[in-house]
């Protein structure tokens, strides 16, 4: 079974519609979060793990338990202008996430 990752909320209003100019709400798959990556990096989940052991966010293969998600989702989302789902879903991947 797909996990989906939910980018946009879209809020009802006081009587629980939605008004007529507010979008649906929109799904992308885990798959489709790192290819958007690729797209706008030119990097891979591998290439970003490599770069995360440069800065010793992982350390022998695995996620340095000294650093916060915190410290690598900002790292990507500075270097890389990565939305915060995105950097979350490179963070996944060092975690271990491959679908």
């Avoid at 980018?7 to 979008?23: A, D, E, F, M, T």
């Amino acid at each position: 079974m797909a996990n989906f990752y939910y980018i946009r909320l879209v809020k009802p209003n006081v009587s629980g519609h939605r008004n007529k100019n507010q979008q649906n709400l929109k799904i992308m798959s885990f798959q489709a979060y790192i290819d958007n990556i690729k797209a706008k990096t030119g990097k891979t989940p591998a290439d970003f793990s490599k770069l995360a052991e440069k800065k010793n966010f992982i350390v022998d293969g695995k996620l340095n338990p000294t650093v916060k998600a915190t410290e690598i989702t900002n790292w990507l989302k500075q270097e890389f202008e990565l939305g915060h789902g995105h950097a979350m879903a490179i963070y996944a991947t060092f975690k271990g996430k491959t679908e």
